[in-house]
């Protein structure tokens, strides 16, 4: 594959590794160096693509491996990511319920440890299969399965804790609307 074709083949799924290395970054400026990271290694190594029906999924393993060094150079340097005294962006007020709840989920999902997140963001959010997932993480599809499991449940907790108790009369209320 040349690398005219491998920049559209990139651009066509820019959008998906932006997604998962959102997911693997925990915030949106790490994510948007990580999908260069990985692009720019992509066009570099695009001769290693054999088959080029699976760019979608040697791409995600890219940006995995990518995210999974950069984690591992930030360690030895015992220094994070990203900086952690830097202004927050600043963000619109969510009025809705339903933006309130997905902030929740979010916030569900990068608590969980990078594995976990990366296995079930892969299957629930991307649409991989278990097989394609195993083999961009390089797990045995087994241990996916439990991951994804223990993500889930994982998931299921935090945001049934997240939920506000309701008290005797707005039961009675939700039970006489449904």
Request: positive net charge; glycine residues 2%; charged residues 30%.
């Amino acid at each position: 594959m040349n690398a005219k074709d491998m920049s559209r083949t990139i651009a066509r799924q820019l959008t998906a590794m932006r997604r998962f290395a959102r997911a693997l970054a925990g915030n949106a400026f790490d994510a948007d160096d990580l999908v260069q990271i990985a692009a720019e290694t992509a066009i570099r190594k695009r001769r290693q693509l054999r088959k080029p029906e699976r760019a979608r999924s040697w791409l995600m393993t890219i940006v995995y491996r990518t995210h999974l060094d950069l984690m591992r150079q930030a360690a030895r340097r015992e220094a994070p990511l990203s900086d952690p005294d830097a202004a927050p962006v600043p963000v619109a007020p969510a009025v809705q319920q339903a933006r309130l709840d997905c902030a929740e989920a979010l916030d569900a999902l990068d608590a969980l440890p990078c594995d976990q997140r990366a296995a079930l963001t892969l299957i629930a959010i991307e649409g991989h299969s278990n097989e394609e997932a195993a083999a961009i993480l390089d797990l045995n599809p087994a241990t996916l399965r439990s991951q994804i499991s223990r993500a889930r449940s994982t998931l299921r907790e935090r945001l049934s804790e997240a939920e506000p108790e309701l008290d005797t009369q707005e039961r009675t209320r939700l039970r006489q609307v449904k």
